[in-house]
């Protein structure tokens, strides 16, 4: 297994603070995910936990690039999908906090033209009912241009809207948040990208962004869709695609999907969870205050009718038997993630794979799922 020497380090420091942590689980668990790539088969898993405010564990297995032999490693970078949607929504609270906009307004007027259910003409959609997956808007005409449901764009707008009244039935849609990141240009007047990185992703002193042309890409994971008939690996080059012409002739507040709001973050496991960390502490890590503790809890809160879903934050209970935790999952061209954290018992863990068989068992991805109770019996009941 390779660990970055940092890690080293701090595995010592920690072996001195806190003689309860296992250098024997650490070793055990690295075997276990060896044989959950070999049995699951997956391409590659990067893993990292936290406890009790700090990164206990983190490793990765597997394969960065199939074809090439190269190894996964810590630092490597993964388009995490549709966990990105919290980055968009702790925006949101940002904004709200400086009084910028209303989570109850009429988001006709912060996106710029009509957003109207036509079966519904009178009833408002709020800011609120797209975080939350209550706007009554669908996926059906695609997400990846706002032109499919403007009035002045598309004469199939309507087809946006489901036959049910905003506010009554919660139906997940990416072209809700990839309509909040457009948002968040028209207020804070910065081009979404690079307003994550500026107020989370630096202040937070972690390394990640959804404009691939700013990252370093050698350090990109390939990711891989899983084809079990004839079990192979067929690699998704979509999954990370230049920007650079659409960049050119960029409309702030409009042309946004580009950068995919709703799932383009790409982030490594181990900074994916120093970010967890700050909002299972309320919006606090490491002597930053990114978000209120006020703005925080109601990320957190599960709207009526929502299926747990709060603000791109779910709370869920069929993760880790007996525990209640919150959290998001995505998925994405083959790639599988997942970030969900217990408040009251501080821990918390996040798992990427770049290519893994699609079954899901109880709502999660099979391997993700595998990967997350294993982590939970060998390092979190272990490292207490």
Same mark, same amino acid.
């Given at each position: 297994?390779?660990?970055?020497?940092?890690?080293?380090?701090?595995?010592?420091?920690?072996?001195?603070?806190?003689?309860?942590?296992?250098?024997?689980?650490?070793? /055990?668990?690295?075997?276990?995910?060896?044989? $959950?790539?070999?049995?699951?088969?997956?391409?590659?898993?990067?893993?990292?936990?936290? @406890?009790?405010?700090? !990164?206990?564990?983190?490793?990765? &297995?597997?394969? /960065?690039?199939?074809?090439?032999?190269?190894?996964?490693?810590?630092?490597?970078?993964?388009?995490?999908?549709? $966990?990105? /949607?919290?980055?968009?929504?702790?925006?949101?609270?940002?904004?709200?906090?400086?009084?910028?906009?209303?989570?109850?307004?009429?988001?006709?007027?912060?996106?710029?033209?009509?957003?109207?259910?036509?079966?519904?003409?009178?009833?408002?959609?709020?800011?609120?009912?797209?975080?939350?997956?209550?706007?009554?808007?669908?996926?059906?005409?695609?997400?990846?241009?706002?032109?499919?449901?403007?009035?002045? /764009?598309?004469?199939?707008?309507?087809? +946006?809207?489901?036959? *049910?009244?905003?506010?009554?039935?919660?139906?997940?849609?990416?072209?809700?948040?990839?309509?909040?990141? &457009?948002?968040?240009?028209?207020?804070?007047?910065?081009?979404?990208?690079?307003?994550?990185?500026?107020?989370?992703?630096?202040?937070?002193?972690?390394?990640?962004?959804?404009?691939?042309?700013?990252?370093? %890409?050698?350090?990109?994971?390939?990711?891989?869709?899983?084809?079990?008939?004839?079990?192979?690996?067929?690699?998704?080059?979509?999954?990370?695609?230049?920007?650079?012409?659409?960049?050119?002739?960029? !409309?702030?507040?409009?042309? %946004?999907?580009?950068?995919?709001?709703?799932?383009?973050?790409?982030?490594?496991?181990?900074?994916? &969870?120093?970010?967890?960390?700050?909002?299972?502490?309320?919006?606090?890590?490491?002597? =930053?205050?990114?978000?209120?503790?006020?703005?925080? @809890?109601?990320?957190? %809160?599960?709207?009526?009718?929502?299926?747990?879903?709060?603000?791109?934050?779910?709370?869920?209970?069929?993760?880790?038997?007996?525990?209640?935790?919150?959290?998001? =999952?995505?998925? &994405?061209?083959?790639? *599988?993630?997942?970030?969900?954290?217990?408040?009251?018992?501080? *821990?918390?863990?996040?798992?990427?794979?770049?290519? +893994?068989?699609?079954?899901?068992?109880?709502?999660?991805? %099979? !391997?993700?799922?595998?990967?997350?109770?294993?982590?939970?019996?060998?390092?979190?009941?272990?490292?207490?």
């Amino acid at each position: 297994m390779k660990r970055h020497l940092l890690f080293f380090v701090y595995v010592t420091l920690n072996s001195i603070c806190c003689p309860h942590f296992l250098f024997a689980q650490q070793a /055990k668990m690295d075997s276990l995910l060896e044989v $959950i790539i070999r049995e699951s088969p997956a391409a590659g898993i990067s893993v990292a936990v936290v @406890k009790h405010n700090q !990164v206990v564990y983190a490793n990765s &297995a597997g394969l /960065k690039n199939i074809e090439r032999g190269i190894p996964l490693t810590d630092d490597c970078l993964f388009r995490i999908a549709s $966990i990105s /949607k919290s980055f968009s929504a702790t925006s949101i609270m940002q904004l709200y906090e400086q009084g910028k906009l209303s989570l109850d307004q009429d988001v006709s007027e912060l996106i710029g033209f009509p957003l109207r259910n036509p079966a519904y003409p009178d009833k408002v959609i709020t800011l609120r009912l797209m975080m939350q997956h209550l706007s009554s808007i669908n996926d059906s005409q695609g997400y990846f241009s706002l032109d499919s449901i403007n009035p002045a /764009k598309s004469a199939q707008w309507a087809r +946006c809207y489901s036959k *049910y009244e905003p506010g009554t039935h919660y139906d997940y849609c990416n072209l809700n948040y990839n309509m909040i990141g &457009a948002i968040i240009e028209r207020v804070s007047g910065e081009r979404f990208d690079q307003y994550v990185v500026n107020h989370i992703l630096s202040p937070l002193q972690i390394y990640g962004g959804y404009n691939l042309d700013e990252l370093d %890409t050698a350090r990109l994971a390939s990711i891989y869709e899983y084809r079990a008939d004839s079990a192979r690996f067929v690699l998704s080059p979509g999954a990370y695609a230049s920007r650079t012409k659409e960049v050119a002739k960029y !409309v702030l507040g409009y042309t %946004t999907p580009i950068f995919s709001p709703t799932g383009g973050m790409k982030i490594s496991a181990t900074d994916l &969870a120093k970010y967890m960390l700050m909002h299972s502490r309320l919006g606090k890590a490491k002597g =930053t205050r990114i978000l209120k503790s006020s703005s925080a @809890k109601i990320m957190q %809160t599960p709207a009526s009718g929502s299926l747990g879903y709060g603000f791109a934050i779910e709370t869920v209970d069929n993760i880790i038997p007996g525990e209640i935790m919150r959290g998001h =999952t995505g998925s &994405a061209y083959g790639l *599988y993630s997942a970030m969900f954290f217990n408040p009251k018992k501080k *821990y918390g863990i996040v798992v990427i794979s770049n290519g +893994c068989p699609p079954g899901y068992s109880n709502g999660l991805n %099979t !391997v993700i799922r595998k990967t997350i109770q294993t982590l939970y019996e060998q390092i979190i009941l272990n490292n207490k």
